[in-house]
């Protein structure tokens, strides 16, 4: 394999970035781990973790069977109040915290005893349900900038010391069918995430 090679399969892979007219760059910065994911895409921070080399673990771990409350319920189309397994912990990256994730996916799809048997704290609820059998094919992503502070109960997991910024993530996995399968709302820290979306010319004004 050659040089050139070797650095458009890195490129491939999200290892490195290249960026016309300045050169190659490693994607994982010097001052800390963070993932990279493309939007393009359905898939786990764990596949972007594996990629980058970035040790993935969580804290604060709960497996739950809770009733639906409306943003569940309206996502899952489910009755509100119906069962639901939730998955909630603190995300660390190389031991540091980098989220707060919430996840909920109806009893009948997978329940909390199988998730607590089969979840690893170093991959996500997702990576379960496809390792299950579970056909997810498509999601449907929100994203918005949000203030968290140490009083909150958000960033009091995060260990804030001060308000801070923050990138809320809520997506909803579907199936091949259509049909909603798992809701989940991630609540990243500053530096710990870079999204990024590549997109095709569809219509522009021509000027005359």
Not at 107 to 135: I, N
Not at 183 to 203: A, C, I, Q, Y
Request: proline share 6%; glycine share 10%.
């Amino acid at each position: 394999m050659t040089v050139r090679a070797g650095l458009a399969r890195l490129v491939e892979r999200g290892v490195l970035d290249r960026r016309q007219g300045s050169g190659t760059f490693l994607v994982r910065p010097p001052d800390g781990a963070r993932l990279r994911s493309g939007l393009e895409k359905l898939e786990t921070y764990t596949v972007h973790a594996e990629r980058l080399g970035v040790r993935l673990s969580s804290t604060d771990l709960r497996i739950e069977e809770v009733g639906a409350g409306p943003d569940e319920a309206g996502a899952l189309e489910v009755t509100e109040g119906g069962p639901l397994v939730r998955v909630s912990r603190v995300l660390l990256m190389e031991d540091a915290p980098a989220a707060w994730m919430v996840d909920h996916v109806p009893v009948e799809v997978v329940g909390a005893e199988r998730v607590r048997e089969h979840f690893r704290p170093d991959a996500m609820l997702l990576d379960l349900l496809v390792s299950e059998g579970v056909p997810v094919g498509s999601s449907q992503m929100s994203i918005e900038a949000v203030m968290i502070g140490p009083d909150d109960p958000v960033g009091a997991r995060l260990r804030l010391e001060a308000p801070s910024a923050a990138l809320s993530l809520i997506q909803t996995m579907y199936l091949a069918d259509g049909r909603p399968v798992q809701r989940s709302h991630d609540t990243f820290l500053p530096g710990k995430l870079n999204l990024h979306v590549v997109r095709e010319l569809f219509e522009v004004r021509k000027l005359g």
